[in-house]
């Protein structure tokens, strides 16, 4: 069954733009932590951000972090998530878990094409039954073994379904759908937006990165200005491999001014 992409930013650090100006005017003052607090203002945060920011002094966001919770991604995409390491991730389980009703991202070019989209979706179906046959026949295997040992059928039972889905789940696509939790302080998150909103990303983890973009502008826009592809503070970074569409790319990330 096809799935949908869905991106939530579930709990950031408190006051995020006034704890990154605080921890930023620490650096030049004789004043603590909590004195420079209490005397924060919001409107005298939000400038101290923007200053700030415009410096590229980028040491004091890190001080402040943001968890999103994601549904509906792939396989492919985590794949390629978990290499941001400064970051903590929490991902469903196929060891755990069992495929009962295989859910699975469709790929634009192949959805749009009907022949593809056809074979696509045999194939999703067949990796379903082979996954379910595999589970069962090792289930029935496992539990035999478990149950000559002098196991109690219930713990035979348990036992035998965890370590059948253990080796089924090995035929299992990439398409598979599945859940992760991220956490990331802002600076890596700007760093991650602008590796990953760029049109040289690949097309889902793109697409995952501009919601979580729209989800933190919500709570921290001082921050996130100007965040987004190296193409919308600045010229293109990709050099000869520029996707030449700088104009509507800085269209789309206007939101962020």
């Not at 634009?108 to 999703?124: G, T």
């Not at 039954?129 to 219930?154: P, V």
């Not at 600076?187 to 909103?197: N, P």
Request: glycine share 4%; net charge positive; proline share 4%.
């Amino acid at each position: 069954m096809e799935t949908k992409l869905r991106v939530k930013l579930i709990e950031h650090t408190p006051n995020p733009e006034k704890l990154v100006a605080a921890a930023a005017k620490l650096c030049y003052s004789d004043l603590s932590g909590d004195e420079i607090m209490e005397d924060l203002t919001q409107e005298k945060a939000e400038s101290f951000i923007n200053m700030l920011m415009k410096l590229g002094h980028q040491s004091p966001v890190e001080h402040v972090s943001f968890t999103f919770a994601v549904e509906g991604v792939s396989r492919t995409l985590t794949h390629q998530l978990v290499r941001h390491r400064i970051a903590s991730y929490s991902q469903r389980s196929q060891r755990y878990v069992t495929e009962g009703q295989l859910q699975y991202i469709v790929p634009p070019e192949i959805k749009k094409n009907p022949i593809a989209k056809k074979l696509f979706i045999e194939a999703m179906e067949y990796d379903q039954r082979t996954y379910d046959t595999i589970t069962d026949i090792l289930y029935r295997t496992h539990y035999e073994n478990l149950i000559s040992q002098g196991k109690k059928n219930n713990v035979a039972s348990t036992s035998a379904k965890k370590m059948a889905i253990e080796d089924a789940r090995y035929v299992l696509p990439n398409a598979c759908e599945t859940k992760i939790m991220v956490t990331m302080n802002a600076r890596s998150l700007l760093h991650f937006f602008k590796l990953r909103c760029c049109e040289r990303a690949q097309w889902e983890i793109r697409q995952m990165a501009y919601l979580m973009l729209l989800e933190v502008m919500k709570v921290a826009p001082g921050l996130f200005r100007n965040a987004g592809p190296g193409c919308v503070a600045g010229p293109c970074p990709e050099g000869a491999l520029t996707c030449g569409k700088m104009n509507e790319i800085r269209e789309k990330y206007s939101f962020t001014k």
